[in-house]
């Protein structure tokens, strides 16, 4: 997928000022921060079923080329195909070679991040593969030419039922419905023939379970077991930190994952998936094949952001991100939106591509009180931003700004010269008034607030002034 | 260079990858997998199959207590009727023998198709802890037939009631050893809440999952 972070401000501001977004983001944010704060009261202890999943994604991270290559050993071993690629590009290319050798025209496709990173359906398209997403969301954004999901697993957060039922009966040709059960019956009915008879099916994986080869998937609809059920081709694309220890670990990750995301104390399906069909059975696919991605993970195990890759992709940072909730996930601009998509779409697709992302917050730490593996979001956006000074990709006239400062910072008589001069400005600036209304050098600041005008005198000549007397008493 | 050599390669730089602390990290791994510990859970208390009722029921699954095996067709019947559904159904092979026709139901023992409307399965062991319903696919219990149905009825003997996915993974490693090619955990009928974050019943799988609790067999 492109990248359009680089207009993240422009965007936030187009975004604000749309009337009909606002109401369906003001709609259904607090559901999920809800459905989530009751979820997690049944557990016995979820700060430290928190603590345990951290430690143990920690333990496969640290390790994770001999992790990976335990995974792939126990999945050839029940008859799958590990392949690997270094970007979206060999993503796409494995999969349309796949799709040839097995003779596909038709895909049926389950949510796949990875798959939205690579661009894959443009691909299959272009190669004569008809993808069909299946995932009542995704379904809805590929019918409206492909258009990019808001959420990671709310893909049209930002849409109204009324969008729906319009894009519908464009699509469908059926009279309009506007009531939810009956869309999502039509989509039902439209999807069905689909899964019944598509050659390949794609899935994502929320789990690699390096002791048995396995891949474990999440899902509510039933359309994850569809594509890995029906078809005679099942593609797992997936990237490479996924992979975890055992099904004990897969266990505890699992009473956090769905509690996390949707507030669910477990999702409706869940499926652990090993190997090939049986001899005999009479469903299954017949072939399996594991794409492990690259895609910019690698670079980050064992450095500064290697934390970010413990994320299990449940999208709590973002259902309880102030900036989120006022924006909505496409102003961000690329796959992933809200605090964890400020992390990785710098590291994924160019710190300089993104630029404003590391900024999109307001450091509150809601998100990290939430994350079910402890990421230090804030601390990872704040690192980010460091990165963006020492690589020179700050505009000159902040950094001149910095350094102007840090120099005068560095040098007392400087700094109380430079005080003094600034609050009897702004004092003059304030005419008076308690609040300064439009700062001329920050106009930017100002736009939605006022600056509180300071009383005159810096804090150095009060403190002088008071202790002045004392000092004079105690002699 | 190869994809995988060239990506493994990389995460062996970031690592630091030596012969010897991949020795060492190689026999960590080995000593993790052999512990399979579980991770922290809370106690459910004796009553698992109560448990198990009242959260398949918080799921949206309705629950109903027969006690043995020969009752399972008449109360399908009674189910069916009350829903004004069909009485005909597909069933798992091992439910073949019973004696549905003095229910008044027309049931097949056949893989499911697109079009059938009731899937009658068991399970490999249902967990109390969530409500769930944990079926493993084989020759004789395929996964469609809890899938493609707008009704799927499962038949949980008491005794196969576990207390959670760690006791369900146990009874797995000792009854079967390999793992099948899917295991699914069922929660109740298939769900979404894509659309204005207001849930459904019925995405693409069931509308209604019914389970009955046999208590002896």
């Not at chain 1, 603590?51 to 050839?76: G, I, P």
């Not at chain 2, 791994?29 to 922290?40: D, L, N, S, V, W």
């Not at chain 2, 793992?179 to 979404?192: E, Q, Y």
């Amino acid at each position: 997928m492109q990248v359009r972070s680089m207009h993240f401000k422009a965007r936030a501001g187009e975004k604000l000022a749309d009337a009909k977004l606002q109401v369906n983001l003001g709609r259904s944010k607090s559901k999920f921060v809800d459905k989530r704060a009751h979820a997690i009261l049944d557990l016995e202890d979820f700060e430290a079923t928190r603590e345990a999943a951290r430690q143990l994604r920690d333990l496969t991270l640290k390790d994770l080329d001999l992790w990976l290559e335990r995974f792939e050993q126990e999945a050839t071993r029940r008859g799958a195909t590990v392949l690997w690629a270094r970007d979206g590009a060999e993503v796409c290319q494995l999969v349309i070679d796949i799709g040839r050798r097995h003779g596909v025209s038709k895909v049926t496709k389950s949510k796949s991040m990875l798959s939205e990173e690579a661009g894959l359906n443009q691909a299959l398209e272009a190669a004569g593969i008809q993808p069909v997403e299946t995932d009542l969301g995704e379904y809805i954004l590929q019918i409206n030419d492909n258009e990019p999901p808001s959420h990671i697993i709310a893909p049209v957060f930002h849409k109204s039922k009324e969008d729906v039922s319009a894009l519908f009966a464009r699509t469908h040709h059926l009279p309009p419905k506007t009531d939810i059960q009956e869309l999502t019956r039509e989509a039902r009915e439209v999807l069905r023939p689909h899964f019944l008879s598509a050659e390949m099916g794609i899935s994502g994986g929320n789990f690699l379970v390096a002791e048995t080869g396995s891949v474990a998937l999440v899902t509510n609809e039933g359309n994850g077991r569809m594509v890995t059920t029906m078809p005679g081709v099942h593609v797992v694309i997936t990237g490479i930190e996924k992979v975890i220890p055992t099904l004990e670990d897969l266990a505890t990750l699992m009473r956090l994952l769905p509690r996390s995301a949707t507030g669910q104390s477990i999702s409706n399906y869940f499926s652990l998936l090993t190997g090939t069909a049986r001899s005999g059975e009479t469903d299954g696919p017949a072939h399996m094949y594991f794409i492990l991605v690259d895609g910019g993970r690698a670079a980050m195990v064992g450095g500064e952001f290697a934390e970010m890759l413990r994320c299990i992709r449940c999208g709590a940072c973002m259902n309880h991100c102030p900036v989120y909730q006022a924006v909505g996930g496409h102003a961000y601009g690329w796959v992933y939106p809200g605090p964890m998509g400020s992390v990785l779409t710098p590291l994924f697709a160019g710190m300089e591509n993104a630029i404003d992302l590391p900024h999109a917050a307001t450091l509150c730490n809601q998100c990290g009180v939430v994350c079910p593996v402890k990421i230090p979001l804030p601390d990872l956006l704040r690192r980010l931003r460091e990165k963006q000074v020492e690589r020179h990709l700050r505009p000159w006239s902040e950094r001149l700004a910095l350094n102007i400062w840090s120099w005068v910072a560095q040098r007392p008589a400087w700094y109380a010269l430079a005080t003094k001069f600034g609050v009897r400005y702004l004092n003059w600036l304030a005419g008076g008034q308690a609040s300064i209304p439009v700062l001329g050098l920050a106009p930017e600041w100002t736009r939605g607030r006022d600056f509180p005008a300071p009383e005159g005198k810096t804090f150095r000549e009060l403190y002088a002034a008071r202790r002045a007397p004392r000092r004079e008493a105690s002699r | 260079m190869s994809s995988r050599e060239d990506i493994l390669g990389r995460v062996r730089r970031q690592l630091g990858r030596t012969a010897e602390n991949a020795a060492s990290g190689r026999a960590a791994m080995e000593r993790h997998i052999a512990a399979r510990a579980p991770g922290p859970r809370g106690i459910l208390g004796n009553d698992l199959v109560g448990r198990f009722r009242e959260k398949s029921a918080a799921l949206s699954s309705s629950v109903e207590d027969i006690a043995d095996l020969a009752q399972v067709p008449a109360a399908i019947a009674r189910y069916l009727d009350s829903h004004g559904l069909p009485p005909q159904a597909v069933c798992w092979p091992r439910f073949a023998a019973l004696d549905w026709q003095a229910a008044g139901l027309r049931v097949e023992s056949r893989p499911a198709r697109g079009t059938d409307l009731v899937g009658i399965s068991g399970c490999f062991c249902a967990l109390a802890e969530t409500g769930t319903l944990m079926l493993c696919s084989g020759v004789d219990t395929p996964a469609a037939l809890s899938l493609l149905p707008e009704t799927h009825i499962a038949i949980v003997p008491a005794a196969r009631v576990v207390a959670g996915m760690e006791e369900a993974w146990t009874l797995l490693r000792r009854e079967s050893g390999e793992l099948p090619r899917a295991v699914n955990f069922i929660s109740g009928p298939s769900r979404t809440g894509d659309i204005e974050q207001t849930i459904v019943l019925g995405a693409h799988g069931p509308y209604r999952v019914h389970i009955l609790i046999v208590a002896s067999q």
